[in-house]
């Protein structure tokens, strides 16, 4: 079953041009929050796809959509973290 998970991500991430995140950050920035998220194509090399939202929870719902539209071929979790 983990294998047909796999491919199906795989498949996914094909049908998207490549794209998957890899790293994805939640910045204060004034009044507001940005939401940085990598996206990386093994051809092209990387894009930041780069945003700004008025709450930090809008933020992260943000990068987390992200990573449901572009999934990573290893299945990684997103992780928060108040550092």
Same mark, same amino acid.
């Given at each position: 079953?983990?294998?047909i ?28 929050? /940005?939401?940085? &998220? ?7 090399? +990387?894009?930041i796809?780069?945003? @700004?939202?008025? /709450?930090?929870? &809008? ?7 992200? +990573?449901?539209?572009?999934?990573? @071929? ?10």
């Amino acid at each position: 079953m983990k294998q047909i998970d796999r491919l199906l991500i795989e498949a996914q991430r094909i049908s998207k041009g490549g794209l998957e995140l890899t790293l994805a950050m939640v910045l204060p920035d004034g009044d507001s929050w /940005t939401a940085d &998220a990598h996206l990386w194509n093994r051809k092209q090399g +990387a894009t930041i796809n780069r945003s @700004s939202w008025p /709450t930090m929870e &809008a933020a992260v719902e943000h990068i987390h959509e992200l +990573a449901k539209e572009y999934l990573n @071929s290893k299945d990684v979790p997103v992780i928060i973290a108040d550092l």
